[in-house]
């Protein structure tokens, strides 16, 4: 049973930092990805990491903004978030892609399993 847990949302001021953690219960070459949901919009990938083949991805909105990462210790992925806007308001979401992988790394239907969310907001 694979368990995806975020945490590290909260409130910021445009502008401001927040670094989100996702404590997954997969092998260190599980592929991950972080996606975002505001309200009344569709859920959309913003970062994807895929250990076995060292490669990041990220989302136009988010690029040069945000990093995605692990700690293969701790089985951790984190999304750190600078320069933070108000259009980044959004429940963000933790998710995993097993073995075999297939379609885009910041695709929804790509991954198998989710996290609960954690919020996200930024004030101007």
């Known amino acids: 049973q694979v368990q995806l847990v975020e945490s590290g949302g909260g409130s910021v001021q445009a502008g401001g930092s927040l670094r989100l953690s996702c404590a997954a219960s997969v092998n260190r070459y599980t592929r991950m990805g972080w996606f975002r949901q505001a309200p009344g919009k569709e859920r959309e990938g913003i970062a994807a990491?895929?250990?076995?083949?060292?490669?990041?991805s990220y989302g136009d909105s988010v690029k040069g903004r945000f990093t995605i990462s692990q700690d293969n210790a701790k089985r951790t992925v984190y999304l750190q978030m600078n320069s933070l806007k108000p259009e980044d308001t959004a429940m963000y979401y933790c998710a995993a892609d097993v073995p075999p992988y297939g379609g885009s790394p910041l695709g929804l239907a790509s991954y198998d399993y989710w996290g609960q969310g954690t919020q996200v907001t930024v004030s101007s």
């Open positions: 990491i895929d250990p076995s083949v060292g490669r990041t």
